[in-house]
């Protein structure tokens, strides 16, 4: 072989090396922005309280909680919040949306037991934590991105006030601990899981007929959706109106094609059932 030819498949080869070296480079960019942009915060913890003291029940329309159980594990609960208090603002601007939003629910979620458990077992509804003059929703107790809040600020200002997120399924995920409220999960929200989990929980919540019921020509729906109407009228997946949205899940609640079709035509009364503000409980072993 010549020394020109030898030359030619060395450059040739060298080329070859060259080029799989750049993409495998650009593979591993890839891969990393990927993992950077589900840099996960650790919910291993909260997961895990929830796994043990949480029981889903009525085939997971609803839940119940122990309390003894949480209170048995309070430490790790406070670990958790501590945990969460010192995520910086411009750590959490780095996540995903997904992330920040997961994050969000999950320590308005623990920010709740830990207030209920700061009374129980003494008490029977959250609302009695406020007292006459109080609202439980409105004292600052979570140290969270760099400021005391409270779970109304949390909720209000940072999900639905930032106007970042237009997730309405979130009233279906944030817990107020009571028995009108969508079911606490028995599990973590995360970044990874959380279009699957909000989905998970609306659903469950619509089908849940104690809450959420045709009856007659009336649909009666959980005054959630009446205390927080603008949020289903954002145009989210291209639904602008309650009844959009309502439509979206009508096999959930229970409706027929020719049913969902005058709901969406605005055609349905539209009713709402009673909110039930007492504990949702379980002084048992959930496991």
Known sequence: MSVFNSTRLNSKSLFLSSGLIVKTAVAISILLASMASYADFNHSTWDSLLNKNVTMTNGGKASVVNYNGMKADQSKLDSYMAATSKVSQSEFNGWSKDEQLAFLINVYNAGTVELVLTKYPNIKSIKDIGGIFGSPWKQDFVTLLGKKRSLDDIEHNLIRGSKRYN?????????????????????????????????????KFLADSSRNRLKGNTLEVSPIFKWYKEDFETNWRGTNDLEGFLARYSSSLGLNKSQTAELKAGKMKIGYTNYNWSLIRNNGNNK
């Open 167 to 203: 997730e309405p399924r979130i009233h279906f995920a944030v817990n107020c601990a009571s028995s009108g409220c969508p079911a606490l999960l028995n599990d973590a929200f995360t970044g990874r899981k959380l279009d699957k989990q909000l989905e998970q929980v609306t659903s």
